[in-house]
């Protein structure tokens, strides 16, 4: 035997059974104004959901600058690891280049060398 389930009437039933039949009882323009003002109200929720919220568009478009930034500084540390890897490189092996360091860097110099220096006026 199926077994009967007891459905309850929703709490705002009542409330758009009678908005239902007012509403198809009243004039035309009555009804004219209910409409347009509903398009009203969905067309300002719906630019308000635009403007807030997780999908807003200004959290959009901070996020793509957010990300343009984050790319930008990337590349930075990319060209930085590569240059450290060629300096390391050249330091491990390449005397000339040492060499070049000691002398700008460090002011050194082979003994029994002397360095001229002229200074622009």
């Not at 630019?47 to 996020?63: A, D, E, V």
């Not at 930075?76 to 890897?85: H, Q, S, T």
């Amino acid at each position: 035997m199926p077994r009967r389930i007891k459905q309850k009437p929703s709490l705002l039933a009542p409330m758009m059974d009678n908005f239902l039949k007012k509403l198809s009882g009243t004039n035309f323009r009555w009804r004219r104004k209910i409409i347009k003002y509903g398009f009203w109200i969905i067309g300002l929720l719906f630019f308000y959901s635009l403007m807030s919220g997780t999908y807003g568009i200004p959290r959009i478009i901070s996020l793509e600058l957010q990300k343009k930034a984050l790319m930008e500084n990337n590349q930075k540390d990319i060209i930085d690891l590569i240059d450290g890897a060629r300096e390391k490189k050249m330091l491990l092996y390449d005397k000339y280049y040492i060499e070049s360091i000691a002398r700008t860097r460090y002011h050194m110099i082979y003994p029994h060398e002397t360095i001229y220096r002229f200074l622009d006026k």
